[in-house]
């Protein structure tokens, strides 16, 4: 079972289940494809922090994030995931905030893709936040793994 799931995690990343969308912060962003970089630059491998936007849920951008933060993950259930549904159509801890402001204690990651910068706070277990300028958006996490099988 165990590999079922890391072929399917393989298949997800790699195939893409989907395509660059402009659903970010901004419109700035519109390949969730590409990989992020760390504080120095430096592309980040896609088991440490990863974004995606599955066809299979309309407008959704999911940002995978290996736990504890910067650890590499084998398997989706060894990720967080936070999301960007619009629609709704996902479980979630909590919901989508477009406008937002960064809670007390928050801090950049230094993770990036392209100006989209990658915030946590306390409640890390609940949310990630992005922020892209003066532009701050909290994702909510997932209750389950998303898959496009």
């Not at 700035?28 to 599955?54: L, M, Y």
């Amino acid at each position: 079972m165990r590999l079922f799931v890391v072929l399917i995690w393989v298949a997800f990343l790699l195939l893409g289940c989907g395509g660059g969308v402009s659903t970010s912060p901004s419109s700035s962003v519109s390949d969730w494809e590409k990989p992020w970089r760390d504080a120095v630059g430096k592309d980040v491998p896609e088991h440490i922090v990863s974004t995606s936007a599955p066809e299979c849920v309309d407008e959704a951008v999911i940002l995978y994030v290996g736990w504890p933060l910067g650890t590499r993950v084998d398997t989706v259930d060894q990720a967080r995931q936070y999301v960007r549904d619009p629609n709704g159509t996902l479980e979630t801890v909590g919901s989508l905030d477009t406008e937002v402001a960064l809670p007390a204690g928050a801090h950049n990651t230094g993770y990036h893709l392209g100006d989209l910068q990658l915030w946590l706070g306390r409640d890390a277990r609940k949310a990630a936040y992005l922020v892209e300028g003066t532009t701050m958006e909290r994702w909510p996490r997932l209750t389950e793994p998303v898959g496009c099988v």
